[in-house]
């Protein structure tokens, strides 16, 4: 896996994988993208979502819609990393089980998520689960 990221002008910048993938990023007041560091937590989110989803799906269960927002607290000392992070995953679907996707967040979130796993000796990672009917 390889990435470049290029310099736009101010703190615009443009990230491309190997693959031609592109994401923008950007800081400061007029920032017209996410920073470096919101992009981790989305990265983090969108990384347990798709285990979770694959998993449910692979158990032929049906998502109606999921949505996971993250809470950050960060040092108030540079480099201003996250001392914690709070998932909150908010999933419904008329066949889904509580016991499911508890399951299923459990083998993202201890197996499967490798930006969890990055992430978890550094920072406190936690979580809790809203299933909607």
Request: glycine share 4%.
């Amino acid at each position: 896996m390889k990435a470049t990221v290029n310099w736009i002008e101010n703190y615009k910048l443009e990230g491309e994988t190997n693959n031609g993938k592109q994401v923008f990023m950007d800081s400061g007041e007029n920032a017209e993208a996410a920073s470096p560091a919101q992009l981790v937590l989305q990265a983090l989110a969108g990384c347990t979502m798709m285990d979770i989803i694959l998993i449910l799906t692979k158990s032929r269960k049906k998502i109606d819609k999921f949505w996971i927002d993250v809470d950050a607290n960060e040092a108030e000392t540079y480099p201003k990393v996250f001392t914690n992070i709070h998932l909150t995953y908010n999933i419904s679907g008329r066949e889904l089980t509580l016991q499911e996707v508890e399951r299923a967040v459990k083998l993202s979130e201890e197996k499967y998520c490798r930006v969890h796993a990055m992430l978890e000796d550094k920072v406190k990672i936690t979580s809790s689960l809203n299933l909607i009917k």
